[in-house]
């Protein structure tokens, strides 16, 4: 077998590599798994503390496991409903908790009568997760003088939460303590609720407020994508902590993270996210924990223990974020709120400093323009424009490489078998026409991380979910709709569902355009002088075609419009310098090879 078969042996082998690993890097979304939960039942009071309600009750003051109380059950418990213009749903008198709330502006599907997104559920349903607020007793204090998981409250069941109309619960242990929880909500996602004690009776009293958010299993969407985060996260004085949902500590063995002056906690999906957010309070500490047994998942907000002596009222307040991370809302309860570094709660990834001015610009295009996919060609002539004196020179320096081709070619001829004497030789050449053949590798460079960072803007950000472009592109951020087996819906048969093998293999509109477009452009630089790494970079655009295919509409979007302002940025440039690119004259000829490339002199 001669080298050459060698070779082409050898680049067939590393670029079926190079496929295996892009697909083990960027697998498509697997089938969201069953969900593995049913309902609960009360455990006996020696059970891990701070899980959830019915299941179990915040960590007491002062250490103690607290008793879990006999209550009605969920499904029994009287509701006060909640009306924004953002949210519906209801509080469980039972626990207070708010455990049932849906986002009005939000749809499972694109299809116009597909159910809105369902963010919390009770105890009792498919997927249990809620928001629990209550007193952990203290020193001297039993679990039943306090309100828990599973305590009544009286409200008004006629009521509705509103962001005009908050509503007032109440409870009396009977032995001297009263407690009052006040829940208002705004028109976006934020709800506040305030909480108090009054201590009517002879002793004094130890008590401290706690907040919780609890998920039953794992989330029947989860990813499990590596560019995303999905699970607990926390910000403390300054500092983000995200946790994945494998990392959560152990019930019973968690650890207490001490606050100082400010932070949040809470638990993230890919577009939505609840969040606990102490207010006007220091000194609170913050748990994230896992009940294996009973498989829940929590994090915890626990505030200062206060101290009521007879004729005392205690007041604390507590935020719960319960709904879509939207850049715009979120930034105004950071910058007009106050809650620290809110804006963080999205997932910037590594590349922060170019994934936050990149979404800032694509925002601010987007309502300009009134359209996210016009929007990222303009942020990609943005991005483009600012590269072009990085490009003019590389460009430059391609132009000069395409003009010594021949020449390159002529010493290959001459040089033979002897590769030594040819790199020598076109090194002589190089410097003798002032050529640096590596300046057109930093703009190539330069695109890598942006590039990586818009994919994770695209993939990340909830602006782009169900974002409509141009035609069949009704969501950007889900691959295109098109297929190759349909003839691109000329043929009345479906196309093959996202992500599964056949829409790999026969891909849509916007792939198509993006090989061709890489072709165009690799048309217009200098060909490798190896005939094997000739070959490889003539079938790399069409490789990429069927890598990039399942990616987000957006991000090909992207791709296409970063090729075709290459292709006409590069074209005139070298057009300047004198040479006259022939890219549509011999295309074919990138496939040939010649006799002696065969090694059949």
Sequence with gaps: MDNQNKNLILATVLSFLVIIIWFVLFPPPEPAPADPNAPLVATD???????????????????????????????????????????????????????????????????????????????????????????????????????????????????????DSPVTLTWDNGAGLTFTRQISVDEDFMFTVTQSAANTGADTVNLAPYGILARHGLPADLKNFFILHEGGIRMVDGELTETDYDDFDVAGAHKNVEVGDSGWTGMTDHFWMTTLIPRDVAGFQISTLQDQRRDIYQTTTKLPTQTLATGETTTTTLQLFAGAKEWATIRHYQNDDGVDRFIDSIDWGWFFFLTKPIFAVLHYLNALIGNMGWAIIGLTLLIKALLLPLAYKSYVSMARMKELQPQMEKIKENAGDDKQAMQKQIMELYKKEKVNPASGCLPILLQIPIFFSLYKVIFVTLELRHAPWIGWIQDLSAPDPSSLYNLWGLFPWDAPEPGSTMALIFIGVLPLFLGISMFLQQKLNPSPTDPTQKMIFAWMPWVFMFMLGSFASGLVVYWIANNTITFTQQYAIMRSQGYKPNVFGNIMDTFKRTPKDDGKA
């Design 45 to 163: 009071a020696t059970s891990p503390a701070a899980t959830a309600p019915a299941t179990a009750a915040a960590p007491t003051a002062d250490g103690t496991p607290p008793a879990t109380a006999t209550e009605p059950r969920e499904s029994d418990a009287p509701r006060i409903a909640i009306d924004t213009p953002s949210l519906k749903g209801s509080i469980s008198l039972q626990g207070g908790r708010i455990d049932d709330l849906s986002l009005k502006n939000y749809r499972e599907t694109l299809e116009p009568d597909a159910e809105i997104v369902k963010l919390l559920s009770p105890v009792g349903s498919d997927a249990p997760y809620y928001a629990l607020f209550g007193w952990a007793p203290g020193t001297g204090v039993t679990a039943d003088a306090v309100p828990g998981a599973n305590t009544l409250w009286q409200g008004d069941e006629s009521a509705v939460l509103t962001p």
